[in-house]
């Protein structure tokens, strides 16, 4: 650690104090549990736990060793030995459902030679910290460890238990992760609330914008469309040749515009965003919340054009990325294939969804077929719940911005949870949108955090929970 940032540290947990204020968040050695968040931090992240191949046993061993240490029982459930899941419960009353705080273990791969710090070296410099799952997820995981330690050395009463689950296989292995836990241990992890990343705040020039709470999220299910027709010489013209089919399908598919969706989630998040920008995109907000497809249309059209992000919410998308086309220039091929990613929009009746996709290609010779069954029915978490309602006036206390409820157009394993039951909500820390575009934010060849914004968003985790779960 160099003196810099020592100096910038302690002057970090000094304005933390004056700024919070809270009682609870703030025990005379708040210093020293920075300190420990830090470390904790550092630790999991130098944790080499790419997926894949994952190897999630090795973050799981810390997390053991530490919760050994403070006397605090946990169990570990496997389908594979290498990449366990971790569940620990700190114990209350019973007089309400538990909460679930979730936080995935493993990280997307890295390539090495790319990275500036290297991506397993957990490197403070300038305020950061940069390593390979610095905001997706060890930052969660690490808030998430701090809040139960805790939680059992404070020994709070409680009027519920508290859960935390570290995860497995969140980068594309569910199976083995929070899928096989919900399918096979939810004894073990089932709440009445649970939270996990999938949201954030949102900073620009360091000031703060908007607090994403992430409520429900977009169904990922591929779809491939094949083209068949005669092989042939490339040196005679054929009317058809598969080749043209399909690319006349794919451009037909890429520009149709499904139908526009508002649901409880999205409607809330353009309504309040509306006071939150300027006139102009205001009127895009509200004129995209419209019944009437004349008012409507113009500003999803903008959206597409501006916000993408944004048109996404309130649609299904259908986005070309694999073209398997042929093998000879001089060979015209029998069969081709595209593959799109295809978001569907929560609201999406998927088995018509097809046949509509069919009617736009509008050629019998074109097949068109889901890439695989669902796995992640999106669900969604309701608005008028305690969770959310106190999350409002946390991000308020820690943040002093608005609650966004939000529709991610990824997915994220709050979706096995919520398909049981649990009324989930995606949170994360304050990320600057500056950094993104830099090249800094997750799965990047560069991922890093605020050491302020990691120590932050620990207090303000622990305070949400504490406000949920404390005896009254
Ligand atoms: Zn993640």
């Given amino acids: 650690m160099t003196t810099r940032?020592?100096?910038?540290?302690?002057?970090?947990?000094?304005?933390?104090?004056?700024?919070?204020?809270g009682a609870q968040s703030l025990p005379a050695n708040s210093a020293a549990l920075d300190a420990e968040t830090l470390q904790h931090f550092q630790e999991l992240l130098k944790r080499d736990t790419?997926?894949?191949?994952?190897?999630?046993?090795?973050?799981?061993?810390?997390?053991?060793?530490?919760?050994?240490k403070e006397g605090i029982t946990y169990q570990v459930f496997a389908k594979d030995?290498?990449?366990?899941?971790?569940?620990a419960r700190i114990k209350g009353n019973g007089?309400?459902?538990?909460?679930?705080?979730?936080?995935?273990?493993?990280?997307?791969?890295v390539d090495a030679k790319k990275w500036t710090f290297p991506p397993f070296g957990a490197v403070r410099d300038g305020g950061y910290i940069y390593g390979r799952g610095a905001v997706d997820d060890k930052d969660n995981l690490t808030a998430a460890l701090m809040l139960i330690l805790r939680l059992k050395r404070e020994a709070t009463l409680l009027d519920r238990d508290v859960i935390l689950l570290a995860e497995s296989g969140e980068e594309g292995a569910p199976d083995v992760g929070a899928q096989f836990m919900a399918d096979n241990?939810?004894?073990?992890?089932?709440?009445?609330?649970?939270?996990?990343?999938?949201g954030g705040v949102v900073r620009r020039g360091g000031n703060v914008v908007q607090a994403n709470v992430g409520t429900t999220e977009k169904e990922p299910r591929p779809i491939e469309i094949i083209a068949r027709g005669p092989a042939g010489h490339g040196s005679v013209p054929s009317k058809n040749n598969a080749v043209t089919h399909l690319s006349a399908?794919?451009?037909?598919?890429?520009?149709?515009?499904?139908?526009?969706?508002?649901?409880?989630?999205?409607?809330?998040?353009?309504?309040?965003?509306?006071?939150?920008?300027?006139?102009?995109?205001?009127?895009?907000?509200?004129?995209?919340?419209?019944?009437?497809?004349?008012v409507n249309g113009p500003a999803a059209e903008w959206l597409l054009e501006n916000q993408p992000s944004h048109w996404s919410m309130l649609h299904t998308s259908l986005v070309p990325t694999i073209v398997d086309a042929g093998f000879r220039y001089n060979v015209i091929p029998s069969e081709v294939k595209a593959t799109l990613d295809v978001r569907l929009h929560p609201d999406e009746d998927q088995d018509t969804f097809l046949d509509e996709v069919r009617k736009v290609i509008g050629d019998p010779t074109?097949?068109?077929?889901?890439?695989?069954?669902?796995?992640?029915?999106?669900?969604?978490?309701?608005?008028d719940t305690e969770a959310f309602t106190v999350l409002e006036a946390q991000l308020k206390k820690h943040y002093n911005t608005v609650a966004l409820p939000t529709m991610g157009t990824g997915a994220t394993d709050m979706s096995n949870i919520r398909a049981k039951g649990p009324q989930c909500y995606g949170i994360g820390p304050a990320i600057d949108t500056e950094d993104g575009p830099k090249g800094y934010g997750a799965h990047s060849d560069q991922e890093r955090i605020l050491e302020s914004e990691l120590l932050r968003f620990t207090r303000f985790t622990y305070d949400l929970v504490m406000e949920l779960a404390r005896a009254r």
């Fill in 366 to 383: 074109v097949e068109v077929r889901w890439f695989r069954d669902r796995y992640r029915p999106a669900g969604g978490s309701r608005l």
């Fill in 81 to 87: 030995p290498q990449r366990p899941n971790l569940v």
């Fill in 50 to 68: 790419q997926s894949p191949p994952g190897n999630e046993i090795r973050a799981v061993e810390y997390l053991k060793q530490v919760l050994d």
């Fill in 185 to 198: 241990h939810l004894d073990a992890i089932n709440a009445e609330f649970c939270f996990a990343e999938g």
């Fill in 5 to 21: 940032t020592r100096l910038l540290l302690t002057s970090l947990a000094v304005a933390g104090t004056v700024a919070i204020g």
């Fill in 95 to 109: 007089k309400k459902r538990p909460i679930l705080i979730m936080g995935h273990t493993d990280v997307v791969t």
């Fill in 249 to 294: 399908a794919v451009t037909k598919v890429a520009n149709w515009v499904p139908p526009l969706r508002v649901n409880e989630t999205t409607g809330a998040y353009f309504r309040k965003l509306q006071s939150m920008v300027t006139p102009d995109v205001a009127k895009v907000y509200r004129d995209v919340l419209s019944p009437d497809p004349k």
